[in-house]
């Protein structure tokens, strides 16, 4: 990571061109922010959640050991961006095997529950909105990407400073 730790991500969706500004909760969740900084950027396909509700995410194949927890949390709010850590083989990935991934999920509405199939899946708030209207506009593509469907969308994360 550089000296300077950035205090802030942009998270969007490519194709509608849609973002939001994240400020990272280094004073709530160090190590999961340090981890989230090392892997940076992220782009890759955009989910949506099937039991969690209004959540979309990004799995990433573990670049380390998870952070301890941290600033934990079953049932995130709008504006929050998780690390949720999951054991290998506990979701599909096409790596020719079991695999350690990490969802790295973005919440843009209320009435969030992270407890699937699997049980529990508590993670880390890593990082939480900083303006409503721009969360509010984000809210509205994510609901696009879950009426239209999310074939071709990537979600991408990147530092801004």
Request: proline share 8%.
């Amino acid at each position: 990571m550089n000296a300077k730790r950035p205090e802030r991500i942009r998270l969007g969706l490519r194709r509608y061109g849609a973002n939001v500004t994240l400020k990272l909760r280094w004073d709530r969740s160090p190590a999961t922010c340090e981890a989230l900084v090392r892997r940076l950027p992220v782009e890759e396909q955009v989910w949506h959640a099937k039991y969690a509700h209004n959540e979309i995410y990004v799995l990433v194949e573990a670049w380390q050991a998870d952070p301890a927890h941290e600033w934990m949390c079953a049932y995130p709010g709008p504006g929050d961006l998780m690390y949720i850590p999951h054991p290998p083989g506990l979701l599909p990935k096409k790596t020719g095997g079991p695999v350690r991934l990490v969802d790295l999920a973005f919440f843009y509405e209320r009435g969030n529950n992270l407890y699937g199939p699997g049980g529990p899946a508590i993670g880390n708030i890593a990082a939480t909105m900083t303006d409503i209207e721009e969360t509010e506009k984000m809210a509205d593509a994510c609901q696009e990407v879950w009426f239209s469907g999310l074939k071709g969308e990537s979600m991408y994360i990147e530092a801004i400073g």
